[in-house]
């Protein structure tokens, strides 16, 4: 919370606020001003490292919890890769599984699938978006997974079920 509040001296605060500096871009990209949110979100250079990185970490503690939810086997550690199957009577859970479909979709490869007894299928996609970005960020998802959702629910992707 005191991050989002803008309390650290970035070059933006130092240029806006206390106007002891002309430049408010990033040191280091010089694409953005320099703010919390663009150091936390926003570096393009991290982004296929740390933010990758954190993206993956919720990822699994979201995947363990609806494995011990289900009653299926959690992965001993945080930083142990999830199998692409697990399985028992009441659940299936697919981790970074391809579907395979006739149809040509837009995304067919979220993070994880749920497919309960009911043979009900859930589409769990991931993101760690800052929180002025929650709500384009859970649109663009729905957008990009409405394909497979719409296949899952017509039973035409093949999972294994």
Known sequence: MVAQQQPFSTRSIE???????????????????????????????????????????????????????????VPKSKWETPPKVVENGKAK????????????????????????????????DVAVPADSNIRKKEHEKIEKYQGLKEELERGTCEHGR
């Open 93 to 124: 859970v697919l981790w970074d599984f391809r579907f395979q479909t006739d149809k040509q979709l837009l995304a067919n490869q979220p993070d994880m699938v749920v497919v309960d007894e009911e043979k009900r299928a859930v589409v769990i």
């Open 15 to 73: 240029a806006g606020v206390y106007h002891s500096r002309q430049d408010p871009q990033c040191r280091l990209c010089k694409d953005a001003p320099e703010t919390v949110q663009h150091i936390v979100a926003g570096y393009k250079m991290l982004a296929g490292t740390v933010y990758t990185e954190r993206h993956s970490q919720v990822a699994g503690i979201v995947y363990r919890n609806i494995c011990a939810e289900y009653g299926l086997e």
